[in-house]
């Protein structure tokens, strides 16, 4: 089992940035590779971007490729999202997951633990 509490959300302006920290509990952390996804209101969750166990391996959606960057360290069982150039369309609740298997993974369907959800609210 796996514990995972996001942090970090908030109200930003257009252009501005935002780190989201996510802290897992109950498991080795290294064990797991990690995501974030967002939803939108009215909108399905999506992939943002994700990283494999040891942080060697990233992927991003096309949307925000260029400007998030996700990072983990292990030893502090934490995975972080830095958003940079923050836009309106950004605007959702984020959330982290965790797939138990070391290699990353787009697809919701692949991740077997997820947090509660930060809000990210950009203004325009």
């Known amino acids: 089992q796996v514990q995972l509490v996001e942090s970090g959300g908030g109200l930003v302006q257009a252009g501005g940035s935002l780190r989201l920290s996510c802290a897992a509990s109950?498991?080795?952390?290294?064990?797991?590779?990690m995501g974030w996804f967002r939803q939108a209101p009215g909108k399905e969750r999506e992939f943002v971007a994700t990283i494999n166990w040891s942080g060697g391996g990233t992927y991003y959606a096309d949307s925000v490729k260029a400007r998030f960057a996700v990072s983990r360290d292990n030893a502090k069982s934490t995975v972080y999202l830095q958003m940079n150039s923050l836009k309106s369309e950004d605007t959702a609740v984020y959330y982290c997951?965790?797939?138990?298997?070391?290699?990353?993974?787009?697809?919701?369907?692949?991740?077997?633990?997820w947090g509660q959800g930060t809000q990210v609210t950009v203004s325009s």
């Open positions: 109950g498991s080795t952390f290294s064990r797991y590779a």
């Open positions: 997951a965790a797939r138990a298997a070391r290699f990353s993974s787009g697809r919701m369907l692949d991740y077997d633990y």
